[in-house]
């Protein structure tokens, strides 16, 4: 009888895990097209200052990369600032505000350059 149980309980399993799979990749696809739109949206506001990439320079000295940025905050903890607006110690940068459609996707692409 037990092993009939064990045998149940797998099956069940089974079948949530094969039920599940149709979903795996239209998540991974609007995980995509989020880091594809905050990518976009960092290159648009951002780039003229910062390296948005996983690679290059920041055009302005002082701005740092933003694959660098994990090393200081917990990128979601940029959420807030970037839905009410960042504001910085220097008068260079402009004062942005997104969407929370917005700050979903840049978040997304943030968290996917992040240096180790």
């Known amino acids: 009888m037990q092993k009939r149980s064990r045998c149940r309980r797998f099956g069940w399993a089974l079948a949530a895990a094969l039920a599940a799979m149709p979903l795996l990749p239209q998540a991974a696809a609007a995980q995509s097209s989020a880091q594809a739109r905050g990518e976009a949206l960092l290159q648009r506001h951002c780039a003229m200052c910062h390296a948005v990439g996983r690679r290059g320079t920041s055009p302005h000295a002082m ?3 933003f694959r660098t940025l994990g090393r200081k905050y917990p990128i979601e903890s940029l959420e807030e600032g970037l839905a009410e607006g960042l ?3 220097h008068p260079e940068m402009p004062e942005f505000r997104f969407s ?7 978040v997304a692409y943030l968290n996917s350059v992040q240096e180790p």
């Open 100 to 106: 929370p459609r917005d700050v979903g996707a840049i």
């Open 63 to 65: 701005a740092p990369p």
């Open 87 to 89: 504001m910085t110690g």
